[in-house]
């Protein structure tokens, strides 16, 4: 009931007024209109782009396809020049193939998708994609896309020429065909667009570097309109596990989406919605909803509504929950981030590649999503420009608009020169000889356009993104630090080891008396312990002896740790047997035996050999000793876990016992030194 | 027939295969189920930036609807705190009002809408901006938005809630009522939000201060959650001309779109299709159009296909047509764009307002745009840091992503320190005392996501862009060069006026001589002509009376110009009556009497009382000496067309008669000086 009961009262015909004209203007616009008219939005911008992008969507789209079969991508880009301002680009993969009655809706209708209501990490999300791609194509050159499509069950692949109707979102199959396809299964699009063939950045082979690195286990190849043809070979012959799907999680849900969730469900009660269609309510933390909001558990779902959404939103955020999984996630790995860092950078030869980065999955908007960082200094690298800088989001390379990126903003916001880098007043891109890789691994990337060229600024992944940085920058900091120390170690080492003897000759021939034993003062002035490791690639597979060398003129005692990629732990031999191991982080450690100076001991790792791993994938830690008397092994970093009581005091009471002159101070900060790398840690955390 | 004829052969029913899997999968994405995931692509990333997007695309509404009508838009923006993260706003517009079957597909519908497909400037062309704003708080708040309608021609408004059902895209009622409105016409919408006021940059104050700058013809009010009430009060009492529907221009036409438009056309003919469809062909251009494609006039449009619709669409590019018509776009227009600066600025005080720049209208895919660009420099700007930016799309201020936005690339991208501002390395923003105001109007702003914040790249409007800033920063350049020159005559002109009477009274008396004449002294070490304009308002009107006092030792021939705002010039008194006019561009100029040295003479311009003009409006000129030897005016500009053969014929004889020691050399320069302007213009044209 109005205010007014009545309508206006009835009126002669008049002309139509403005309001009647501009209503009559009101008009339903299709999606396909609406992305016609602003192709730029999808990443069309310009024909260098527009193939970029096609490349983009097809590759993502086949890489997504073969991985959810279960399938190692192998992927064939073809690009060929047309005319002077056409392009042919082709994109095949040996993904499960597409029924044929779906053919006409994934490649001609946007949004529609498989995977923008899977609760999972994949490339492809928003069902916009490829049809852009095809719908560009269209208008550009009037021309089909030509699907080829073979699933492994049928004898023959269909072909179908495809346009998109853009007033009615529609696909308009303009032929339908068999054929017999040399492959078991798999898809090929072509088309034929307005486009530009470059190399360089923002360039299909830059594109499908990035996309080589963050996926080893794909083996991708281009051939060039000039026939040259770019492979990129697979690094790793595995798999990423598959993300799984998983039910939302209350964390950072909005009340809209937790009303939308009440009045969906198929659930009979609110027991069963709080613990089977969220993620993270345990039957406990059920009751104590429940109770918190007076509700019971038989309620059905749909009848909450209004104040009594918010109360039980309210709830869901304040009641202690399980952490989000990070199952539904498939982040790159710190492994894979290194090898795939220096498979890029081999022939700039970098002084240091940081540990890599992975933070702890956390939730944004119901979702869960993680940050990788890996940092890359020296070498090469130009030291007198910006840092270059790898930003992916859920493994596909982000090549345009960083300036716009949360990535690349988080990175400007921090002040590099406390970690020694150079930065004109302390925001913007750092400079110096570094490289950045950054992966934001989410099920929901928020990206600031459906080009999905850019991460939009969130205050949750921009926290995340600071602290995987800071975590980076630390390394880089300690690494510049550590490196002025050990250089004059180096000098010293190499020094004294060359000349000392040739001294000793010269000057015993001068005053002829026999040479003397120069062990002792050569510990003496040297001063470190040496860890050496070797490696030999044989067919009994990968050994690697580990020789360490007490140089100093004290007893030592010293614990080794190794950190081996955790796949291949339990391939791993060693002689002698560790004293302690944690598998599920790849972490072996040993308790070395008393070194007496000059004394020499050591131990192995040996792999089976087909182990997928290098000498490069192992980090050597030692504890027991100041930094800056030891050559070839970094200390302990404060993340471990282990904490090796018997060492130190055994250590400190060998400092009391032999009251060595010039050691025993130095020894002392190595206990404070640790303290102070665990509490800076914490302090970053908060 | 396909290459097999037969399909695959029947088996019996198997488990689903991966493919089969797959395809169970794939759906139909609704797009606002695609926007609420996605809600950061539209302008929602977190609270602050929701409320400026929400009452931006309330405000932009309010503004088209009202000029849409033709009436002066007059709007009331209020902001009051909910709680905590809530935020109540409404916006009040006095447009024509929605009629009541209208009102819920506006409100709460994407993709609907009416200036989609107008091809006329608009500042909402998307139909997704406020729908997008309801559909937000509903997510967040779980409230509908309450929306107030009221038609002129009825007696009640009609008031409803709305929610946004995101599965179906389509609006739900939930109360619908009617209300005695105390205005004749107008909507209001109110919605309960997520969000976070501030102020600052960033914020719907300075949204709205933007806002009143390039819609000078606006008032607009905001009520601030603290009751603060901001008003920007109109600075122009007229409507901008209305921008009229075009029909697309062939140049920058895609194949796709010529073959849509030969298809939905209802014209019989080809030549009616060439000269009714198209703008810009002429029926001699269609014509030439038929001979060099080969067809006949009476050809039906839709039965032009493939080849020959790639044959027309070169003919289209290659063949003389007229260039776009500029009416569909809606400039600010030059006397405005430094109204608003003034507005905005008068307290910095600024040395230097550069005279406005207006790029001729060009085409794009279709359809025309235009550049304006404005700069100011000195006064309190601040040095040290980078220039200001006030970026405007369509008359609607742009405020976030200026690191993506095309506008700022094409700044970044000049080396200004070829203009006199400082840049690190030539490229980047530049840094100095100066704002640059630039605006890009278009029928189709190519807009980098649908949050409308950023300019995506792209080369014609990358060419307009960098063309008008060139011309901006010239200006810039000559009047740093200048102000050294006049910095000096400045100071001579004081001192000389103070302290030489002085000098000469006590010298007199000293020496016990009559004080000399020392008018021949002063002109001969000033050697200025100072040109004077004083302002009075009267009950008369404006009138302007200017002096020019030769203070040179030679006779003096000058021509003085002065260019007024065009839309004012009709109402203009003269005395006397100038030489010549161009009352469409606002200009008129006089040669002014032979001036003997020390001698003055004037001419005034008077305005009716209530005409909207300012002594600042007007802009004067001289020629005929060199720039050096005058204060108070710009030496003419080089885009001025008025040639000017008898002063400067007369200058030359005058200054070889008198065969002046010092200045001759210094007038020819001034010959040179246009010439050498001329052709830097000509040059940047290319």
Redo the contacts between chains.
């Keep these: 009931?109005?205010?007014?009961?009545a309508?206006?009262?009835p009126?002669s015909v008049?002309p139509p007024?403005?309001?009647?004209q501009?209503?009559a203007?009101?008009?339903?616009?299709?999606?396909a209109?609406?992305f016609e008219?602003?192709r730029?939005?999808l990443g069309f911008?310009?024909p260098q782009?527009a193939l970029l992008t096609t490349v983009k969507e097809a590759v993502d789209n086949g890489l997504d396809?073969a991985e959810?079969?279960?399938i190692l991508p192998e992927l064939l880009v073809e690009v060929a020049k047309e005319s002077d301002d056409r392009v042919r680009v082709a994109v095949t993969d040996n993904g499960?193939?597409?029924?044929r009655?779906?053919i006409p809706?994934?490649f001609a209708?946007l949004?529609?998708?498989?995977?923008?209501?899977?609760n999972r990490q994949a490339r492809g999300q928003?069902?916009i994609g490829i049809s852009a791609a095809v719908l560009y194509a269209?208008?550009?050159?009037?021309r089909p896309a030509h699907i080829i499509s073979k699933?492994?069950?049928?004898?023959?692949a269909h072909?179908l020429d495809l346009f998109l109707d853009?007033q009615k979102n529609q696909p308009r199959v303009a032929a339908?065909?068999?054929?017999?396809w040399d492959r078991p299964?798999g898809t090929r699009i072509e088309l034929v667009l307005?486009a530009r063939y470059v190399r360089g950045r923002q360039s299909p082979l830059e594109y499908l570097r990035g996309a080589a690195i963050v996926n080893p286990h794909a083996r991708i190849a281009l051939v060039e309109p000039d026939g040259t043809r770019v492979t990129f070979e697979r690094a790793a012959t595995e798999l990423p596990p598959p993300a799984k799907e998983t039910l939302p999680h209350p964390y950072g849900l909005?009340?809209?989406?937790l009303?939308?969730l009440l009045k969906a469900t198929r659930r009979p009660t609110l027991r069963e919605f709080l613990t089977k269609d969220l993620q993270g309510v345990s039957a406990r933390a059920a009751n104590e909803l429940l109770a918190k909001t007076g509700r019971s558990a038989g309620e059905a779902p749909g009848k909450i509504q209004?104040e009594a959404?918010?109360a039980l939103l309210r709830a869901l955020h304040e009641v202690a929950l399980v952490a989000p999984s990070p199952e539904c996630l498939s982040p790159i790995g710190g492994l894979l981030i290194k090898r795939g860092l220096r498979n890029v950078l081999g022939e700039l030869r970098p002084e240091f590649f940081a540990p890599p980065v992975s933070r702890p999955p956390r939730v944004r908007g119901g979702f869960p999503f993680m940050v990788e960082v890996g940092l890359v200094y020296g070498g090469g690298l130009p030291a007198d420009q910006p840092i270059q800088l790898l930003r992916f989001a859920n493994r596909v390379p982000l090549l345009f608009?960083q300036?716009?990126c949360a990535i690349t903003t988080a990175i400007a916001s921090m002040d590099w020169r406390r970690y020694g880098l150079d930065q004109?007043g302390g925001t913007g891109l750092p400079i110096g000889p570094a490289l950045l890789l950054v992966h934001l691994a989410s099920v929901?990337v928020?990206?600031?356009?459906?080009?999905k060229e850019?991460v939009?600024?969130?205050?949750e992944i921009d926290k995340e993104l600071t602290l995987a940085l800071q975590a980076a920058a630390r390394h880089l900091k300690t690494h510049l630090a550590r490196r002025g120390r050990r250089e004059f170690a180096s000098e010293k080492f190499a020094i004294i080891q060359k000349i000392l003897p040739k001294l000793a000759e010269k000057t015993s021939r001068l005053v002829d008396k026999p040479v003397p034993d120069l062990a002792p003062v050569i510990t003496r002035i040297m001063d470190v312990v040496h860890v050496e490791v070797t490696a030999a690639n044989g067919p009994t597979g990968v050994r690697l002896p580990v020789a360490v060398t007490n140089f100093t003129p004290r007893p030592r005692v010293l614990e080794l740790f190794v950190e081996i990629p955790p796949d291949v732990f339990a391939r791993a031999t060693f002689e002698p047997a560790p004293d302690g191991t944690e598998p599920e982080l790849g972490r072996a450690w040993w308790t070395l035996p008393k070194l007496a100076p000059n004394a020499k001991t050591g131990l192995a790792i040996t792999f089976p050999p087909t182990t997928d791993v290098e000498a490069n994938d192992l980090d050597w830690y030692v504890a027991g000793i100041d930094e800056s008397h030891v050559l070839g092994a970094d200390p302990l970093p404060g993340d471990w876990d282990v904490r090796l009581p018997r060492t130190i005091v055994e250590a400190a009471e060998l400092a009391q016992q032999e009251a060595a002159p010039s050691g025993a101070a130095a020894d002392e900060e190595e206990v404070d030194y640790d303290a102070a790398e665990a509490g800076a840690h914490a302090a970053d955390d908060d």
């Design positions: 009931m109005g205010i007014i009961a309508a206006a009262p009126r008049p007024t403005i309001a009647q501009l209503a203007k009101q008009r339903e616009i299709s999606v209109e609406f008219r602003n730029q939005i911008d310009n782009r396809a959810e079969a279960g499960p193939g597409i029924l009655k779906e809706n994934v209708r949004l529609y998708g498989s995977r923008f209501h899977s928003q069902g269209n208008l550009t050159t009037a699933v492994e069950e049928e004898e023959a072909v853009t339908d065909d068999l054929l017999l299964h307005k909005e009340l809209g989406e009303g939308y209004g959404q918010e608009q300036g716009a004109k929901k928020p990206f600031t356009s459906e080009a850019a939009a600024e969130d205050p």
